[in-house]
């Protein structure tokens, strides 16, 4: 059974960090690409990054470019989202994802198959 799982969410102060996890059950990351996605109330899911299961190639939004780091442990089946220098507006239910392809994208959610359940970061004083 495919299975992707979240941790790490939380409350944090504008400008702090968090790590997020996404441990994969059921495949491995030599064949799945894995995308970080987020949705805020009212707002349509929007791609953060993505890691390519051929090369570990890395892909971020305009948004979080320079502040967030993807990276991946294939022993450990995890993909990681480091998150620095948080804003208001990155609260959001932050979704891991896998797609069957070498090289990911984020900008068309129909390409992920399986998900996770998501978790909460919220950035608040």
């Known amino acids: 059974q495919l299975q992707l799982v979240e941790s790490g969410g939380g409350l944090v102060q504008p400008g702090g960090s968090l790590r997020l996890s996404c441990a994969v059950n059921?495949?491995?990351?030599?064949?799945?690409?894995i995308g970080w996605f987020r949705q805020a109330p009212g707002k349509e899911r929007e791609g953060v990054s993505c890691?390519?299961?051929?090369?570990?190639?890395?892909t971020y939004a305009d948004s979080v470019k320079g502040r967030f780091t993807i990276s991946r442990d294939k022993a450990k089946n995890t993909v990681y989202l480091e998150m620095y220098f948080l804003k208001p507006e990155d609260t959001a239910v932050y979704y891991c994802?896998?797609?069957?392809?070498?090289?990911?994208?984020?900008?068309?959610?129909?390409?992920?198959?399986?998900w996770g359940q998501g978790t909460q970061v919220t950035v608040s004083s």
């Open positions: 994802a896998a797609a069957r392809v070498a090289f990911c994208g984020i900008a068309f959610r129909w390409q992920y198959d399986y």
């Open positions: 059921g495949f491995t990351l030599d064949y799945y690409s």
């Open positions: 890691i390519s299961s051929n090369d570990g190639s890395t």
